[in-house]
């Protein structure tokens, strides 16, 4: 009975393995391209990870350490990129599966790099502006030999914002004895940032929602939306949604969720939200994360974390359209029943690479030092996104699989390609 029980448990921790369920989808995905084994060999794991150990001083004088991670995927096509993530939960396996996700979108719309990812497991909600400062520039120094603007360049992800990219851009600037802009994205924009960055991830996920919708002849005025997650993703395509003449019915944050049928302030709460994208302790009448996800909607949009749609509540979503604003929101069983359902999956690795995509954009500018319009930004990036939309969901719809297995087949193949040219294999 113990034994039984011990097997299911490892069962359910490997559905929830975003590694393994990441690996599983490259392997699918290249045997479908007709690749050989040495290239799934390669690619199931980054090239390169490091992890590092950093010493802080903390504001009551003694001295912490804190663990971080940098993962480079594959570098055949050009230098890693991604992000930063400052959590409690972050692991070795998850930044694993975040910098293989990188190098998916960097393939799906055609950036010239490979995917990298970085974390550091604290929590960033409980410690001083100087304590963060100090953890920021420790991480610089300790992952420097390794990254730089044509080696691996990093950006904000969940819980790091433009101020923590400034400290990271000043601290190696330091190491490197010039000004290093090009080092990092997600900047403000004072010190080299670019229009749009901000926004971006929201951005392309609205892009998406709205070729979704077109597909599946739903009107995104009017529609309702709900939301999970309240940060740099959710709150800022609640407000595109909002503009857009959609209801938004519903959004959450860590601490729980907010729901009227009518729609919510956006507005309001857009004004009370904190730099960590907590609004729902400010209101007694909160229902739960997970019955947020079940909310009767048209376009359901999870932006937070993983594994929150999984075999145990496919069955009770009721959007016609999921669009993946989180990286690695779905599990692989949920993909499935949602797809038998008919229901729209738009996945992560598609949806959400408005991100990189300005990043790359702010990049470009740094490098050749001259910068663009608000209005140029969106007008390249609409034309990536909906370039990208287009060929996933062409392969997805005459290939007769699911839009997951479609974006793994675009997003692999240019990496496959360069290292194969390279004669890596
Ligand atoms: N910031 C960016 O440019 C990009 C972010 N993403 C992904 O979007 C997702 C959200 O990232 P950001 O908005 O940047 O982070 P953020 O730190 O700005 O906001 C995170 C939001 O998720 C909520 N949250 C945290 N734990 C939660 C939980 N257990 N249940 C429900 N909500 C929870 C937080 O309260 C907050 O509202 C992540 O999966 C991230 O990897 C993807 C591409 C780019
Ligand atoms: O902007 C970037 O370079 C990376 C964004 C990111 O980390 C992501 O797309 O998950």
Not at 6 to 27: C, G, P, W, Y
Not at 105 to 127: H, N, Q, T
Not at 146 to 162: M, W
Not at 206 to 225: P, W
């Amino acid at each position: 009975m113990v034994a039984e029980k011990a097997t299911d448990s490892a069962n359910e921790n490997n559905k929830m393995d975003v590694l393994k369920s990441t690996q599983q989808v490259i392997r699918n995905a290249l045997d479908k391209l007709g690749y050989p084994e040495e290239v799934y060999e390669l690619l199931k794991e980054p090239v390169r990870m490091m992890t590092v150990r950093i010493p802080v001083r903390m504001d009551n004088g003694s001295i912490k350490i804190f663990t971080g991670y940098r993962a480079q995927h594959n570098d055949a096509v050009g230098p890693t990129k991604g992000g930063v993530r400052f959590h409690p939960n972050v692991s070795e396996k998850e930044v694993k599966a975040l910098s293989i996700w990188m190098s998916l979108k960097a393939g799906i719309v055609d950036l010239p790099y490979g995917g990298g990812k970085g974390g550091i497991v604290c929590d960033p909600r409980e410690m001083s502006f100087r304590e963060l400062e100090g953890l920021s520039r420790g991480y610089v120094r300790a992952i420097s030999q390794i990254v730089g603007p044509t080696k691996d360049i990093p950006a904000p992800d969940v819980f790091t914002n433009s101020q923590i990219m400034a400290w990271m851009m000043d601290e190696y600037s330091r190491i490197d004895e010039f000004n290093n802009p090009g080092f990092i994205t997600g900047k403000p924009l004072v010190l080299g940032g670019s229009h749009g960055r901000e926004s971006a991830t929201a951005k392309g996920v609205t892009i998406c929602i709205e070729e979704a919708a077109k597909q599946k002849g739903i009107s995104v005025e009017g529609a309702r939306v709900v939301i999970q997650g309240f940060g740099n993703a959710g709150s800022f395509l609640a407000k595109f949604m909002h503009d857009a003449g959609a209801k938004v019915i519903g959004i959450s944050d860590a601490y729980g969720a907010l729901h009227d049928p009518e729609g919510l302030d956006i507005d309001y709460l857009l004004d009370r939200r904190d730099s960590f994208g907590t609004v729902t302790k400010l209101f007694k009448d909160t229902i739960s994360n997970p019955e947020l996800l079940e909310l009767d909607c048209d376009i359901l949009v999870p932006a937070a974390i993983e594994n929150q749609i999984t075999e145990e509540n496919a069955h009770k979503i009721k959007a016609p359209i999921v669009v993946e604003a989180a990286n690695g929101p779905t599990t692989l069983e949920a993909t499935r029943i949602l797809s038998e359902r008919g229901i729209l999956l738009v996945p992560d690795v598609l949806a959400s690479a408005g991100g990189v995509t300005v990043s790359y954009f702010e990049w470009v500018q740094n490098n050749q030092g001259y910068y663009w319009t608000e209005e140029e930004v969106e007008a390249k990036l609409r034309e990536v996104m909906v370039k990208g939309f287009n060929s996933v969901y062409h392969t997805s719809d005459t290939r007769r699989i699911d839009m997951r297995l479609a974006a793994y087949m675009v997003g692999v193949r240019k990496m496959a390609e360069a290292s194969r040219f390279r004669g890596w294999i």
